[in-house]
């Protein structure tokens, strides 16, 4: 077993940058899911701008990570810490409904299984 600098396949980790991408421009104007979310976990709404932008860099992360060694699986690493915090915070919340069990522990798996599959060889 070692660790691949560039993914293998690439296409997981340019998903991922995709959806997060795609949530943080979601997230200047947040849907009702997204709002629902974000006050069910307590997250002071003076920082949800924090959150757009650990996404746009985490995003950008990935991308660039396909052209640049070790880039992208540091990118990957940050991303499952940042759903393993936000599992924890939905737990200590208790605010584990729908956006608990679809969006983020399902972010989690995705981001969890593509270290593994682009990034252990």
């Known amino acids: 077993m070692k660790l691949l600098l560039l993914p293998d396949p690439w296409w997981l980790p340019?998903?991922?940058a995709a959806v997060l991408f795609i949530d943080a421009m979601l997230s200047i104007r947040p849907p009702k899911f997204?709002?629902?979310c974000l006050s069910g976990v307590g997250f002071p709404r003076d920082w949800w701008w924090a959150l757009i932008g650990i996404k746009v860099l985490?995003?950008?992360g990935l991308v660039v990570g396909l052209h640049t060694e070790g880039v992208g699986l540091a990118a990957v690493t940050g991303v499952i810490a940042y759903f393993?915090?936000?599992s924890y915070a939905h737990i200590r919340a208790r605010f584990v409904g729908t956006a608990f069990w679809v969006n983020c522990l399902?972010?989690?798996a995705f981001s969890c299984a593509i270290l593994p599959i682009s990034y252990i060889g």
Do not use: Q, T
């Open 106 to 108: 399902g972010m989690l």
């Open 58 to 60: 985490a995003a950008a």
């Open 34 to 36: 997204i709002h629902d």
């Open 14 to 16: 340019a998903i991922l």
């Open 84 to 86: 393993l915090m936000a």
